[in-house]
């Protein structure tokens, strides 16, 4: 039986953060509309999923967008939150956890935080070779934080010495997020688990976390 909290954690954006975020979604918005126009809705879908892409990636992180205006944003909320706030507090509480996300560049900048502050962690994505090495390390050892990509994490893990999952950026479908989640909750599982979602507020993270919610009321 799962015995869990779950937390979620909306954030505002920083200043250079929100101002490019505002750029984008305008440039995107007058360009989905235009494709609309010209090739009706079924057409459009690329420019669609382009435009939540670029808008998903400034909320984890401007530089995970490679445009000129994007790399001058050096700074974002969410990561300062995640590494000001969020993990030192629950290092100190000695949690294990699994940290997800569904983009394996803002791992890989997490990934930086964490050898800068000297925090040994573990990572798996889909380039990973030895998935139960690493699965075997995090049970057995001392590792505080595991980064996982949602893709690599979504089947065929038990990493039950977890007591804390943190989902960086939301996913539309909430029950690949419950997944990847399950992870810390198979057979042996012992410790209630605390969960906590980050969102960035005002933002298309918002409206996924509102359409996540009615998923799980339908």
Not at 88 to 115: C, V
């Amino acid at each position: 039986r799962r015995s869990s909290d779950l937390l979620v954690h909306l954030i505002e954006l920083n200043t250079g953060q929100k101002d490019l975020y505002e750029t984008v979604r305008a440039t995107m918005n007058k360009r989905v509309r235009e494709a609309i126009a010209a090739r009706g809705i079924e057409q459009s879908q690329i420019v669609f999923l382009d435009a939540l892409l670029k808008l998903r990636q400034i909320c984890c992180h401007p530089q995970l967008l490679k445009s000129v205006a994007a790399q001058k944003v050096t700074e974002s909320a969410k990561l300062d939150y995640l590494t000001d706030e969020l993990l030192p507090a629950l290092i100190e509480e000695g949690r294990r956890i699994l940290l997800f996300s569904t983009f394996t560049s803002m791992l890989a900048l997490i990934e930086e935080h964490l050898e800068k502050e000297k925090i040994p962690y573990l990572k798996l994505t889909g380039q990973t070779k030895d998935r139960a090495t690493l699965v075997k390390q995090f049970q057995q050892g001392e590792t505080p934080v595991f980064l996982i990509s949602l893709k690599a994490g979504g089947t065929g893990l038990n990493l039950t010495a977890a007591d804390t999952v943190i989902h960086y950026d939301p996913w539309w479908n909430p029950a690949v997020q419950a997944q990847a989640t399950d992870r810390a909750y198979r057979i042996g599982q012992k410790k209630p688990v605390m969960s906590y979602h980050l969102f960035a507020a005002g933002s298309v993270e918002e409206r996924i976390l509102g359409l996540q919610r009615s998923k799980r009321h339908v």
